[in-house]
Every structure is written in C-alpha cells, then in structure tokens.
C-alpha cells in the first residue's frame, strides 16, 4: 500500500514530528514505515528504537507490520530481524515494568515484584486500607468521619502522584481562585449564545406598554445590563431565575413576536437556572473553605500514613499493580543516571494513541523522550479515557513541545474507511459538535457502495406516558426490522479484503452502545427475527445471569444454610425445579429454618435427583477446586446444554467458560470453595467488576459498547438509545494538580456542603466528562465504512440533544417513529425444534394453578371477576394501558415517603424521565402528610415498607404495608377521589397479618384519613373468605357497568364491557 504524500512527511521527518491522525488515516501503516525508516535512513538499531502502543494487541499487531515491512526490504539483514523479536514494542506499562526490573533499586520496588491481576489487586489493596485505617489516631476520625476518609484516601492511592502534587497546593490561594473562576464564569455566561440571542432579540421588539409580557420584557432588559455591568449581580441573577411566563395577551403583540419572546425568555430562564446550579458565577469563599482548609492537613498526613503501610505491605508480599509500576518508573528516573542509562540506550520513540496518555504516563514520556527522536500519533477528537486517567491536554502539550523545538507537524486527513459522500456528511455533522477541535478529513474511497442516505436517524414520537422500557423495546424491534430489511435486500457494501462489492452479512453490522445494558435486549429481538447476533462484550461478568447461576451453587456449597443460594440453584437452569415444588417444600415444613434440612427429610419425588447431585458435590468439595465443582456440577445437571439451546446461546456460553476462567484465578494456590465464595461476596460489596470475555462475532451482527469498538470498524453500524442520560457521578474527593484538593460532605442536618473549590473542581470534571461525551460519539459515527444508523428512544435528550446541531448542518432529517404498542412488546424467542416424542396431552381440568395472590388481586375481583381473570389468570398486559400521570405520581409519592425525600433533585434518580410538575406534585403530597393536623395522631410510627403474607383457606395474600405501629397500620393514597370501600380488603390483610384492629388510609390529595375499626375490619373478613372461595371455584363472570368499565385495561378485548 502506497503513502499518502501527508504519511510521506511524517515517515521522513528528520527530527521530532506531531502527527495528528483522524479515523480511518492508516496511521498504523505509517507508524510501521516510520520505524522501517530509522532502520534504514537513521541505522538505528532495533534495540534502540521504542514504540509504544496503547493495547497489547496494538503491540503484536504493530510488530507484525515491522516483521512483515522488514522481510520484504531488508531480508538480508538477518542481525536486524533477530534484534525485531526482542525491540521494545509494548504498552507503556509494559516499558514501565522494564525500568521497575532493571532499577528496582531506584524504583523502589522489590526486585523479584509480580503483577496484581485487575480485580485480585483491587481487593488486596481495599483489604490493606481497611488495616491501615484501623491504626490511625481516633482524632482523625473526630474531624473526618471513618467512611468519608476511607473513600477519600482510597481515591487518592488509584492516582498518589497528582495527589501529592494537589496537596501542595496552599489554602492561601484559594481566595484568588474563587475571584478568578467567577469572574470567567460569569464572562462564560455572558458570552453564552442564548444570553446574547435574548438580549438582542429582547432590546429589538417591545408589546404594548401595560401588557404583563411587556412588563416582564422591560424587566429583562434592565436586569441584562445590571449583569453585564455587574451592579446588584446576587439580585439580578435571582430576578432572572424567577422570570415569570404567565400573563401577557397576544393581541397586545403581533403573533409571531409574542411567541419569539415568551421562547426566548423561557430559553435565558432555563440558561440562568443551569448556570446558577453549577455554582460559579455566585462563588464565594466563606466558613465550609475554612472547614475544608483545617481538615487537609489532617487528610494528608492520614494519607501518607495509609500509603506508607500499604506500600510496605505490597513489599512484603513483592506485589505491584499498574499505578505502582508508573509510581516506580518515575522515581527511577527521576535518578540522573537512570535517565543517563536510558539517553544512551534508545535513541527514537514512537508513540501511539497519544490523546489517551495520563499526566504520570506524560511525565514518564518527557524524561525518557528529552534527547530523543520522539514521534508521537493521535488525535484529540478520539480521547475517550477519561475514567483511566488519561487527559486529553497531554497530547496537546507535547504537540506544543515539539512545534518549538522546530519539529515537525503533520495532519493524515485522507480517510481510507469510508467513501466520499459518508466523509462528506460526517464532516458536516462534527464540525458545530467538536467546533474548533474538529479537522475536515477527506476520503479515499470516491463510489457509493449503495444509493443513500448513507445516514438515517429515527427517533420514536414523545409520549411522555409511555414508559423507558417499552420505548426501549420498540426501538429494538425497529433496529430489528432495518437489519432484516437491509439484508433481505442484499445491500451492496464495500469489501476492503477484496477492494469490491458484495451484498451485505450480518458479520458487517455492529450495533454500538455507550453502555453494555441494552445490548442484551437488541441481541434477544435480533435473534427473534432470526438474524444471529455476537453479544461481543463489554459490562460486568459478575452481573450476568450465567455468572449468578454459578456463584449461586458456590455460595450453597460454601454454605448449605444458604436457603436463597440453595433456591436460586433449585429454581434456576441447574435442575428447574417448579416454584409450585419450591412452594409445596416450604409449607410442608414451615418450622424449620434451612432448607436442605427439609430436603433431606422429604419426599417430593421432583427433588430426589437435585437433592442425591447436590449431595455427591458437596462431599468431593472437600477435596475438588471450587472450577472442578462447577465442571462436575455442569457434567451431571447439562447445564451447558442449556445454555446452548437458550437465545444469545453464544454469548451465554462464552460467559460460562469466562467465569469458569475467572474461578481459576480466584482459586490460584490452593484456595477452597470458602475462599473464593469470600473473596466474590468482596468484589460485590465493593462493586469491582470482572471483565467479560471477548466473543468473536463471525458471521453475526456485533454488539458491543463504544470503548470496545475503537479500533475496529463495520460496514454498517447502529448506534442506538441516544436519548439515555447518564448522570454525572461526582466523588467525595476531586483533586488537580494544579488547582488543589477539596472534599464534599454532608453536615448534620444532612444538607451536602460544598466548598468554593470543590465547586471549582466538580464544574471543571463536568466539563471534561460533557467534551469527552462528544468524543465519544465521534469515535461511535466513525467506525462505519459505508452506511449509519442513528436511533433514539426520545426525540430529544442526552446524546440527541448533543448532535441535532449537527445534523441540522449536514441537512440530515430525523424520521419520527409513532409508538406503537405491538412494538413494544417483548419478541417471542425464536421457535426450537419440535421433540422427538411430544408429551402426553392432558385432557382433564388443570385448575387455576393461583397459590399466591397480592393483596390488591382482591379489589380487582370484587370490582370485576372477569377483569381479574385478564391480569391474574391469563397474565394479559392490557391493550392501551400506559403509565399515567396520576400512577406515575403515586409511585413518586411513595419513593418520597418511604425514603424521607423531600428535594425534587433527589427523588427525580427514581424516575430521570418523570415530568417536573410530576416530581414537585409528589413532593407536595409527602409534605402534605409531614405538615397536616390530620395525619399528627399517626405521623410518629416508625415502622416502614413492611412486606406481610396472610393465609386465607388455600390462597397466600401478600402485600408491603407504607406505615404501622403497634397499633395500626396506614397506606398512602394519592387517588382523586376518596373511595375508602374500595381498598377495604387490602387494608383488611395488612391489619390481619399485622395483628392490629385499626387500619387507615391518609388520602394525601384531600387531607382525609379514613379509619377501619375492627368490627368493619371482620366484615371484611367474611367478604374476603367468600371472594377467595369464588376464586379458588373459578368464577370469572363479568360484572360490567359503566362506572367499572370506563377505566379497565382489558375494555378493547373483553365482550362483556359496558362502556
């Protein structure tokens, strides 16, 4: 493959040169010849040469194009492809365990260290700081509370040398900083487009002179200057916060100004609030700063302590993990003859991927790389890192460096991914997202492998009553459909192998996620309409269904007084024992506490083969490895079986091998089924995850998140669910080497206290995760060669939002999708083949199989048996029915109550997508119980969220009761009309399995508590003892009215209704 004449210049640059090197630009191909070149140009040998890549497959991948490069030009120099084999080509942990090894001394490392695998070294170092804490002095904890220190110090070991640097930072400087930081802020903000559109828009039309629109325009405009000029700035601001949209009569404005003012009011109100939210425009220092300033000091010397002991701690034990072997690097070189060592040793660095190279990793660089021939290659617009450190800054740096040492610059903007028309709208598309950072590329490839568009975007209707997972599912069935149409169409797609035209696979569609857990639901729709899919990975190993089915047999073999363990084995693949089984176990032997006790002592013909497998496990666990435990128990029970005959067969598979590995590693040395079982229940609490194994996709649609994906590339790719939001998680501690280090808390009231220069830090953090958001989907859109599909569940939100600027530049329409409930619904999974003996067909009657009931299921019946039926019986969803308002209240009111939430920020992590008038009417209504004379008899019960379980004759009711006490017990309605008779039999359980007489209801909405006393309560009983028995008899038979009918999910299809 020939260069391009931009990789030419950076091949046979002289000195030092910058390579800059969007999606697509062979940037590895020139990297290879770049080498090849100060072999032959420069006679360097392979010995002193250093590339260093970001992954260790980059590595061998990078190596191989070298070998390969070699044979063919210089395959008579057999020194120089001898010395290939043994270069430094590796990742910069790799060259970082080099210096460590060969200056151990120095490093301050054992000489004979080994490496902590990821998870291994997360709980060792976790258990380690648990110790070290354990001897600091008492008066530590006086002053920063055990759990807030552990977090904090915890933080600051994952990344110690930033930490030391911040630390340095003295609180002298913090006064300035705030001063300056809101002074930008506030320059920021007034420079905002939407401040700018809404003074020049405002300033340039004007209603009549009393309209209350009118007076609130003027109003405005007064208070925009005040800001501008920095007059009365905590006033203005707070005026502008408050701006009111009501009032105001469009006959006092022309029409389409009334509307551009009311628009553009409302646009500057939510910039206002935004911005008075992030907290810096209003900054100022004051007693938390000086808190904050007495509680470093203390910080920090409980942090070396803590770093001394675990440092000790890993010498003892010769262990180091990935942050030690940069930590040891470093202080290495920072040693005047190790940086002599290595001047004389290697005379040229390459380095790859550079965008996601750390501060400690950069430092690292610029002491070996001073007196070098340093090429460096990446491009900021793929930095995506962040949550490993690595910042994006850094590559700019080093840009800067070798720009004024009159290096080299080069840009690769010739794309050979992706043809001219799909270049072309791309550029369009980034250009207003990434502004400045962003470089036009062009495209190799000029033929359309297919008549456009070559990027489509669909986004399902607003409803804001339909519900995340049903829009979640239509989008799937929609993804579905756009594959099944595209291959049924046999879509013509470029073949790179060939350099030709083909019609496309499966294998050349990837769907591409942010995060890894949707992918399993498009996967099962997929498979559906009978497209195989490759669930490639991504997410926790330890969260999979496969993973829990393993660990829940470990656990009870651990264990055997595991009752939920030994319930989870019984119920799941293992032996699929019935719940009718597992239910008839449990009441047969209501006294006794533990499971396999019961199990050894009965005679359910459905347990005897679970319980003589379980059985033999458990005595060669006193001798087998907990993995040879999981083999056996696979040998006996075909659990693998099982798993390949299920959707998603590959991906569940390779799970099952992927733990079986991860065991092994856990058991290294030795280590029993209690060993292991602990050190998962460690990584659980601890929210450590284990990576799942990689899944080749072969000829089936990839799915995969955004990080797995860089590097690899598709014909075609998806990248859906671009309204999802992720919450911003900010830690307790936030630190900058060049800012300083401030912590947030909680004081005793509960109230979160910032200091300014946490502020100052949390906004800055905010800022870098919202660049990197965009980064993200540039390196998501830039993975497809010919054709994209963009899709969302909203119309707006989220990623969505991010990109409409976009593209609405690249002219690139968004086909709005209507709901549709068919959609929505679950797929049935594909049809298995038929058995070869199909069963006995069971002729006589089967009963209605009910053993359990929820306390509501009585309501439903006495209210009408056939609607029962529907929801109980035939377990049918209802046709039309979607979450309404008044139900999406309820719940919220609920979460508010039950969780003593009263801040509609705090209740809104229960449902991101409830409306905002939705999330202050359920914080009114808890308040409205909190405040109200009527509810003070009941208010100071203690007793919350209490599950119950009631036997009446042959049927189990259950239910959760919201409020009781020794006396009574409550629930919360929030209903629009008080109907007391209606919930009699749900109140009727709660105080029978309570053992109380009084049960009431507080009615929120209308300051009412209704009371059961008990002589209305054994009224209830009788009704409820006949109504079970009609149920247990199978009476169904409508009671239609209107009244009844008019709200019932199940009208559409039942022949009985009345409305």
């Not at 061998?60 to 070298?66: G, P, Q, S, T």
């Not at 506030?186 to 020049?200: D, Y």
């Not at 308040?927 to 208010?939: E, G, H, M």
Request: proline share 6%; glycine share 6%; hydrophobic share 40%.
């Amino acid at each position: 493959m020939s260069l391009t004449r931009e990789q030419i210049k950076a091949v046979e640059a002289q000195g030092s040169v910058a390579v800059i090197a969007g999606a697509g630009t062979g940037k590895t191909h020139m990297l290879a010849e770049r080498y090849l070149y100060h072999l032959t140009h420069h006679n360097f040998s392979p010995l002193q040469i250093v590339a260093v890549t970001f992954t260790d497959k980059a590595a061998d991948e990078l190596r191989a194009r070298i070998r390969r490069s070699a044979q063919e030009r210089i395959g008579e120099r057999t020194d120089i492809l001898a010395k290939l084999e043994a270069a430094q080509i590796s990742t910069i942990h790799a060259l970082a365990m080099r210096i460590c090894r060969e200056h151990y001394e120095k490093a301050g490392v054992p000489p004979d260290f080994h490496i902590h695998n990821e998870f291994e070294g997360i709980i060792w170092n976790a258990e380690r700081i648990q110790e070290a804490l354990e001897i600091l002095p008492s008066s530590t904890y006086d002053r920063i509370p055990f759990t807030r220190l552990r977090d904090a110090i915890t933080s600051l070991l994952g990344d110690p040398i930033p930490a030391g640097y911040a630390f340095e930072k003295k609180p002298g400087e913090w006064p300035k900083l705030v001063d300056e930081f809101r002074n930008i802020a506030l320059v920021q903000f007034i420079n905002h487009p939407i401040w700018q559109n809404a003074k020049h828009t405002l300033t340039a039309v004007a209603g009549n002179g009393n309209d209350k629109m009118e007076i609130c325009r003027r109003d405005v405009v007064y208070t925009i200057v005040e800001v501008e000029r920095r007059k009365n700035l905590e006033t203005a601001i707070q005026n502008l916060c408050d701006i009111n949209l009501r009032g105001g009569s469009k006959k006092n404005w022309s029409e389409e100004e009334f509307k551009t003012v009311k628009s553009v009011l409302k646009e500057l109100r939510e910039l206002v609030r935004e911005t008075v939210r992030a907290g810096l425009i209003t900054l100022q220092w004051g007693a938390i700063d000086e808190e904050l300033a007495e509680q470093l000091p203390l910080l920090r010397q409980a942090f070396q302590t803590v770093r001394d002991f675990v440092d000790q701690a890993k010498r003892n034990a010769r262990l180091l993990d990935y942050a030690d072997l940069e930590v040891g690097a470093l202080r290495a070189l920072n040693d005047p003859a190790v940086r002599s060592h290595y001047t004389q040793r290697w005379k040229a660095f390459l380095v790859d991927e550079f965008q996601d190279t750390n501060p400690v990793q950069a430092e690292l660089l610029e002491h070996l790389t001073r007196d070098t021939i340093l090429t460096i290659v990446g491009d900021q617009k793929q930095s995506i890192y962040g949550f490993r450190r690595a910042d994006v800054e850094v590559f700019q740096r080093f840009y800067d460096r070798i720009r004024n040492q009159s290096g080299n610059e080069v840009t690769l903007d010739v794309s050979f991914r992706t043809h001219a028309r799909f270049m072309s709208l791309i550029n369009d598309l980034f250009s207003p997202i990434l502004e400045s950072h962003y470089q036009n590329l062009e495209s190799f490839r000029i033929e359309e492998p297919h008549p456009g568009p070559h990027i489509r975007v669909f986004a399902i209707q607003e409803d804001k009553d339909i519900l995340k997972p049903a829009r979640l599912q239509m989008e799937a069935h929609l993804i579905a459909r756009q594959v099944q149409a595209m291959i049924a169409d046999n879509t013509l797609v470029y073949d790179k192998k060939t350099d030709s035209l083909r019609p496309i696979r499966a294998g050349d569609i990837a769907i591409l996620s942010r995060t890894w857990q949707p992918l399993d639901n498009y996967a099962e729709t997929l498979e559906a309409y009978e497209i195989p899919t490759a669930l490639a990975g991504g997410g926790n190993l330890l969260e999979t269904q496969t993973a829990k089915d393993a660990w829940s047999m470990l656990r009870f073999l651990a264990d055997p007084r595991d009752d939920l363990a030994l319930a989870a084995v019984l119920r799941g693949p293992w032996f699929a024992v019935s719940d009718r089984v597992l239910f008839k176990l449990a009441q047969d032997h209501p006294q006794r506490s533990c499971w396999w006790e019961i199990m050894q002592n009965n005679s359910i013909p459905e347990l005897t083969r679970p319980f003589e497998i379980l059985k033999k496990l458990q005595e060669i666990g006193r001798y087998e490895s907990p993995s040879r435990l999981l083999l056996q128990a696979d040998h006996d029970t075909g659990y693998s079986a099982i798993l390949a005959n299920l959707p998603g067969s590959m991906r569940r598979e390779a799970d099952w091998r992927g733990f079986i590995d991860f065991i092994r590693e856990l058991e290294r040395g030795g280590h029993d089924v209690f060993y292991v079982t602990r050190q998962m229940k460690r990584m659980a609490d601890a929210e450590i995850p284990a990576p799942r194994p990689p899944l080749e996709a072969g000829n089936a649609v990839a799915l995969m998140t955004v990080h797995a994906a860089k590097g690899l590339e598709w014909p075609i790719v998806i990248v859906p669910d671009l309204a999802r939001t992720n919450p911003q998680t900010i830690p307790s501690i936030l630190f900058d080497p060049e800012i300083g280090m401030a912590m947030k808390w909680n004081d005793e009231n509960g109230e979160t206290q910032k200091p300014a220069l946490f502020k100052i830090l949390e906004q800055r953090q905010k800022e870098r995760e919202t660049a990197e958001s965009k980064r993200l989907l540039y390196v998501a859109f830039t993975r497809a060669r010919d054709h994209l599909i963009l899709t969302s569940t909203h119309e707006t939100g989220g990623s969505f939002d991010r990109i409409l600027p976009g593209l609405q530049n690249a002219g690139i329409d968004v086909e709005i999708i209507p709901f549709d409930e068919k959609s929505a619904r679950p797929p049935a999974p594909p049809k298995p083949a038929p058995p070869a003996d199909l069963p006995i067909l069971h002729l006589q009657h089967m009963g209605s199989g009910l053993s359990e009931l929820p306390a509501t299921g009585l309501t439903e019946y006495a209210q009408c048996p056939k609607r029962f039926y529907y929801h109980f019986i035939d377990g049918h969803p209802g046709v039309g029915e979607k979450a309404s308002p008044a139900r999406r209240i309820g719940r919220l009111t609920h979460c508010a109550l039950e969780h003593g939430i009263r801040d509609t920020e705090d209740l809104r992590q229960f449902d991101p997508a409830a409306p905002d008038d939705e999330i202050g009417e359920a914080v009114r209504l808890a308040n409205a119980f909190d405040r109200s004379d009527v509810y003070a008899s009941v208010r100071q019960a203690k007793g919350r969220e209490r599950p119950v379980m009631l036997r009446i004759g042959k049927l189990m009711i259950n239910g959760i009761v919201d409020l009781y006490s020794r006396d009574f017990v409550l629930d919360y309605k929030t209903d629009q009309q008080v109907m007391p008779e209606h919930h009699r039999f749900q109140l009727f359980v709660y105080a029978q399995a309570m053992k109380v007489n009084i049960a009431h209801i507080a009615y929120l909405r209308h300051d009412r508590l209704h009371t059961f006393e008990e002589n209305e309560l054994n009224c209830c009983k009788n009704e409820a003892i006949a109504l079970i028995e009609r149920i247990l008899n199978e009476d169904y038979q409508a009671t239609p009215s209107p009244e009844r009918c008019m709200g019932c999910p199940f009208q559409e299809i039942c022949k009985d209704c009345d409305f």
